[in-house]
């Protein structure tokens, strides 16, 4: 379901974590050797082989003791049978298409350090019991890790369908996790939805960046938002800048998804910030479609949705979907781009990025060294693409050459 990259075992190699829909994550552990397969060997990262429906996993430091740890969110039951054509366990779908709280764990594993030679490579410990069954059991699509008081502590962002997306305060020390659901306020104009955490909408994805350019991250979530398509909404949760409000348990976030023009779009998955032009201001990507084909099966999808959530877990009441059906399946990547009214605007079609795709991840870097950032798109049933960024007339890039110096070490004695 996707790869995850970095150092897990501090030797300066980058190793790789890959995520799967039916076992347990597995680290692929970078050995000093010419780049094949044989230079990476496999480690286990769970105790215990399990059948997990892994959707999201991300790398954060935690608890504050400079090493980083893995946090996974699952989507269908730990230890459903769902890919087993010939099970006989009865399998469930979500228990509500707005307030869904049985769907696969949350996982976080902190990093451990090597007790003997013979340890592994790369060694986690998980911590378990720290959220509540409806935080631990939301159908996890995308997790986001970012540190939105400046306490040098991550928060935690969770992305569920089928309901409300939770955002985590980290109040850890080192070795010892701690996390507080955060809640935004309604006001009498707020739409439950609209709240931060009371929301109903099918949560895909979760990216920050400071749209308001006060100093503060604030908060992009993809949802279904097609007009006559469970039009939901995305979200841009903006900053209030009232971060001591985090300690009480408020989230200081509005919604402002619609006068931003980030609200509507399409089926939305991966989304991206970024700075493309190199002037400071943040541009935003989207990958969206769900299925492509010439008979439209939406009636049969709300009809189901309005339905009594007494009937949604029953895999007998969806519809059997063919190939030929069709669920936003022509619509495009949105490339939104910001002007001098502060609303974004989608110019995919004036940069050529117009093109019907059926997508489901966004990634950027600079691959080819040049100072600002590219993309790739992963498509699903279809060839997956690469952008190289060769915009003109661009700001100049920031580059670093970083240095490390190792600090001298007081005497064993």
């Known amino acids: 379901m996707g790869c995850l990259p970095g150092d897990i075992n501090e030797d300066g190699l980058l190793d790789i974590v890959v995520y799967y829909w039916g076992r347990t994550p597995v680290a692929f552990i970078r050995k000093a050797a ?107 699509l995308g997790i986001g890790a970012a540190d939105l008081d400046g306490d040098a502590l991550p928060e935690l962002y969770f992305a569920n369908d089928f309901g409300p997306d939770r955002l985590m305060h980290n109040r850890s020390t080192p070795g010892k996790l701690s996390f507080a659901r955060l809640d935004g306020v309604k006001t009498f104009t707020t739409p439950n939805s609209k709240v931060l955490g009371r929301d109903s909408y099918k949560g895909m994805s979760v990216d920050f960046g400071d749209i308001n350019e006060d100093g503060l991250l604030d908060i992009f979530v993809s949802n279904i938002a097609e007009e006559y398509a469970l039009e939901e909404s995305h979200f841009a949760y903006v900053s209030t800048g009232e971060t001591e409000k985090m300690k009480t348990g408020v989230a200081p976030y509005r919604d402002e998804s619609e006068s931003l023009g980030l609200s509507r779009s399409g089926w939305g998955w991966e989304t991206r910030f970024g700075d493309f032009d190199n002037d400071g201001t943040l541009e935003a990507l989207q990958a969206t479609g769900f299925i492509r084909g010439e008979k439209n099966r939406w009636p049969e999808l709300h009809e189901l949705a309005m339905g009594n959530d007494f009937m949604v877990h029953l895999p007998a009441a969806w519809a059997n979907y063919q190939p030929g059906d069709e669920m936003s399946g022509h619509g495009h990547n949105p490339f939104y781009v910001r002007a001098a009214d502060g609303r974004f605007y989608d110019l995919a079609a004036s940069l050529g990025l117009g093109d019907t795709q059926i997508s489901r991840g966004i990634t950027t870097a600079d691959v080819d060294g040049d100072g600002d950032l590219d993309f790739a798109v992963a498509n699903q049933w279809e060839p997956s693409y690469f952008f190289r960024n060769d915009s003109t007339n661009q700001h100049a890039s920031l580059s670093l050459a970083v240095r490390w110096s190792e600090p001298p070490r007081p005497n064993a004695a």
């Not at 730990?78 to 869904?100: C, F, K, V, Y």
């Not at 769907?103 to 019991?129: M, S």
């Open 34 to 140: 010419p780049l094949s397969a044989d230079a990476f060997s496999a480690v286990e990262i769970a105790p215990k082989f399990e059948r997990w429906f892994t959707n999201a996993a991300t790398f954060a430091d935690l608890d504050g003791d400079t090493h980083a740890d893995l946090i996974f969110g699952n989507y269908f039951a730990d230890g459903a049978d769902i890919l087993n054509p010939n099970s006989t366990e009865p399998q469930h779908m979500q228990d509500s298409m707005s307030r869904a709280y049985n769907g696969g764990e949350k996982h976080i594993f902190l990093w451990q350090p090597a007790i003997n030679a013979d340890a592994p490579p790369a060694h986690f410990q998980e911590v378990q019991g720290l959220f509540d069954e409806q935080i631990n059991r939301g159908w996890a």
